[in-house]
């Protein structure tokens, strides 16, 4: 069931819906409405995507198999619990900048080759391999949903580097991507293990801490009370999806490609209070582990400046360094500033 918000965010409905269906078409709608686009991701970096084609229904299967999950007993889930060498699998005590986030996760990704074994060596790339529930009534249809999402982002990434005259680019992003999976769940009990000390401007403990997404772009759903909030001069604004909807931001890779162009939002999620419980899924779009990271060239002469702001690096690189804080204190994380120039 979801809960309105008494802080909505009104404008942001406004200028920031879209129809997938209107993107899969031609001629001068589609072209404004890429260009409607490209304002929107430029000033929010959120947007919400309707007309997927998505049926309802499976998204209801990934709600009820992610619910299945975390109802497991401990023992159960961390059998599948993530270490330093595997970042795929189970986790109830994640760090997002250096502080613990008030919810428990499951990872899993990217497979090269989806006939073979998870744990199969063809399968074990540098984030790892997964680990998934022993369940397939469980497993399945949250394996479904990772292939139902692969598809719709890449066609998506397609679309903002169309907006910037990049969409060559689009086809070395995609092949060999390294995506993964994240379910979320958000419940007070959970953090009766977890500090309850609040940020000074949320009402609540802090389910995930305020951070940008590392990858390319993201595409959430969400099932419980609205709890996702986006910083927006100066202020957190709840971002409040339809019913069905995405959620798409974009992340710090698409950053420097579109050589800030599309800046990557910052955001937070609220913890659960009471008697709440919240399920989520991200689904990370992310370059090749190869892909070196560096603004792209345009057709649009305006569109990006001449001079690139960062030094390129691999997406490799970049992940492995921010992976590594997601378990302990590492000192500051690494950010793309880090690569500016």
């Known amino acids: 069931m979801i809960e ?18 209107v993107f899969r078409g031609s001629g001068e709608m589609r072209d404004r409405e890429l260009q409607r686009l490209r304002r929107a991701v430029e000033r929010w970096g959120f947007f919400e995507l309707q007309g997927h084609g998505i049926e309802h229904q499976r998204i209801q299967d990934l709600f009820t198999a992610q619910r299945d999950f975390f109802a497991l007993s401990s023992e159960q889930k961390l059998s599948l619990r993530r270490t330093a060498i595997n970042s795929r699998g189970y986790n109830p005590g994640e760090l997002t900048k250096n502080s613990l986030d008030a919810k428990e996760i499951l990872d899993l990704g990217h497979k090269p080759d989806p006939t073979a074994e998870d744990d199969a060596l063809v399968n074990r790339v540098a984030d790892g391999w997964n680990q998934m529930p022993k369940d397939a009534g469980i497993s399945e249809p949250i394996w479904n949903w990772f292939t139902l999402c692969e598809p719709l982002a890449i066609e998506i990434c397609g679309w903002l580097l169309n907006t910037i005259g990049a969409s060559e680019s689009l086809a070395s992003l995609a092949h060999g991507h390294s995506s993964f999976l994240r379910l979320n769940a958000y419940s007070d009990a959970h953090q009766l293990t977890q500090s309850k000390r609040k940020s000074p401007d949320s009402p609540v403990p802090l389910g995930i801490h305020r951070h940008t997404d590392s990858g390319l772009l993201t595409l959430l759903v969400e099932d419980g009370h609205h709890a996702l909030q986006v910083l927006h001069e100066g202020q957190w604004r709840m971002i409040e999806p339809a019913p069905n909807a995405f959620i798409v931001n974009t992340g710090d890779m698409l950053q420097v490609l579109s050589n800030d162009r599309f800046v990557a939002p910052e955001h937070r999620v609220l913890g659960s209070v009471g008697s709440q419980y919240r399920l989520s899924a991200a689904y990370f779009f992310n370059p090749p582990y ?39 204190d590492l000192g500051e994380e690494v950010q793309i500033s880090h690569y500016r120039i």
């Open 4 to 21: 309105r918000c008494k802080n909505s965010f009104p404008e942001w409905r406004e200028a920031a819906v879209f129809d997938a269906r």
């Open 290 to 328: 190869e892909q070196v990271i560096q603004s792209l060239p345009s057709k649009h002469s305006d569109s990006i400046v001449d001079q690139p702001r960062y030094r390129g690096f691999t997406w490799e690189e970049f992940r492995r360094r921010r992976g590594a804080g997601d378990y302990e």
